[in-house]
């Protein structure tokens, strides 16, 4: 059974950082992709963005493409999202996930993964 907690949300003006952090624990997954999802009220759940088991591959949404930056430390069983330049339409719970696919198409529908953290809240005052 594999467990994510993600840290690092807050409040934050707009035009400011944060970083969240998505640790794991239960199983090595440096053989899985990890992506990231962010859900705002009323609204569905959507990809942001995903880094394959090497951190090697990273792919982003249109929307944080050059904002946001995805990482990954295997040694530590960890997966990072920098949030640079926020708007307050980047308000949302953000959650972490990892997939047991290996086709990168599957990598940005939440279907396609297997196992979610309870996510943080992130507000982006204008």
């Known amino acids: 059974q594999v467990q994510l907690v993600e840290s690092g949300g807050g409040l934050v003006q707009t035009g400011g950082s944060l970083r969240l952090s998505c640790a794991a624990s239960?199983?090595?997954?440096?053989?899985?992709?990890m992506g990231w999802f962010r859900q705002a009220p009323g609204k569905e759940r959507e990809f942001v963005a995903v880094t394959n088991w090497s951190g090697g591959n990273t792919y982003y949404a249109d929307s944080v493409r050059g904002r946001f930056t995805c990482s990954r430390d295997n040694a530590k069983n960890t997966v990072y999202l920098q949030m640079n330049s926020l708007k307050p339409e980047d308000t949302a719970v953000y959650y972490c996930a990892v997939t047991e696919k290996y086709y990168y198409a599957d990598y940005f529908e939440p279907v396609g993964y297997s196992y979610w953290g309870q996510g943080t809240q992130v507000t982006v005052s204008s």
């Open positions: 239960g199983r090595t997954l440096s053989g899985n992709a």
